[in-house]
C-alpha cells in the first residue's frame, strides 16, 4: 500500500491510496487540472480511480470534484449529509449520481482496499476521517477536527501510518488579523486540532506501534511547517522517541504533491 498527499491545507487537500490496480482519492479540494497533474506523476490516469472518498462538503475539501467528474465516472463515497449538503450547494445532478452513501462507522471493500469511516467533530455536515487497510498495513487520515474523541484514539491506534492534522498555533490565531467569530471556531470543539493538540495525538500513535507520521492540514496565517514540525518533535522526545531515528515524522507540503510512503514490511519513502 502507498499514500502521497496532492496538497495537504487551508487552501486545498486531496490525497491518494492505492494497492495494486486499486487506487482511491482521498478529498479533491484543489482543481482537477491540479489533481490529474498529481496522478499523472504517479503513473495514475483519472479513469484508473477505484473511488473519491469525501471527508466533508467544505471548498478546500471538494472544490475540483464538479469539473473533474465530468472526464470520468468514478463512485464517491461520503455519508450522508455530506452528500445532501453537497448537493444543495452545487445543484449537479451529474454528481449526484455518482454519490454512494456510507454510513460514519462503517465499513465496504474497494478492490484490494478495507475502508471504514469514522466521525470526526467539525462544522460540517457529516464529517469523517478514514482508516484504510490493504497489503497487511493500515493508515488513517485524521483531520478537521475540533478535539480528539475516544472514537477517534481507538481508530488511530496501531495503525502504520497517520495522517495527522495540525492546524494552528493557538497563541497565533489569538493574536493574529481573523476576526473574533473565526478565532473561535477555529479554537472550538467543532475547529482545527492546534499543533499541541495534533502532536499529543500523534504520541499516542507512536506509542501504540505508527512508524509513519504525516502531519497536515496547516493553516497558511497560523501556522509554518517548521512550527508543526518542531512541537511535534519536542513532544515525541518527550515520549523517549526521535523522530529522526526512530520514526519518519513529516509535514504535507501545501501546494506541491509530498513524498510517496510505501507501506508494508519493507516501509520506506520514494
Known sequence: ?????????????????????????????ISAKRITSGLAALGVRPEMLSAILLTHEHSDHVSGLRVFTKKVDV???????TCLE????????????????????????????????????????????????????????????????????????GCDLLVCETNHDEDWVKTGPYPYYLKQRILGDYGHLSNEAGAELAAFAVESGTKTVVLAHLSRTNNTPARAYEVARCRLLAIGCDPERDIALSVAPAGTP???????????VC
Open 258 to 268: 509530498g513524498p510517496t510512503f510505501v507501506l508494508g514490511k519493507e516501509a520506506a
Open 75 to 81: 463512485p464517491i463515497y461520503a455519508t450522508r449529509p
Open 1 to 29: 500500500m502507498t499514500f502521497t498527499t496532492l496538497a495537504s491545507g487551508s487552501q486545498g487537500n486531496a490525497a491518494l491510496v492505492s494497492c495494486g490496480d486499486t487506487h482511491i482519492l482521498l478529498d479533491m479540494g
Open 86 to 157: 453537497w448537493y444543495r450547494k452545487n445543484r449537479c445532478d451529474e454528481v449526484k449520481d455518482l454519490f454512494r452513501v456510507q454510513q460514519a462507522g462503517t465499513g465496504l471493500q474497494i478492490g484490494a482496499l478495507w475502508v471504514e469511516s469514522f466521525p470526526t467533530p467539525h462544522d460540517a455536515a457529516g464529517s469523517v476521517g478514514y482508516s484504510i487497510a490493504g497489503g497487511e498495513s493500515r493508515m488513517v487520515l485524521c483531520t478537521d477536527l475540533g478535539y480528539v474523541t475516544p472514537e477517534v484514539r481507538r481508530t488511530v491506534e
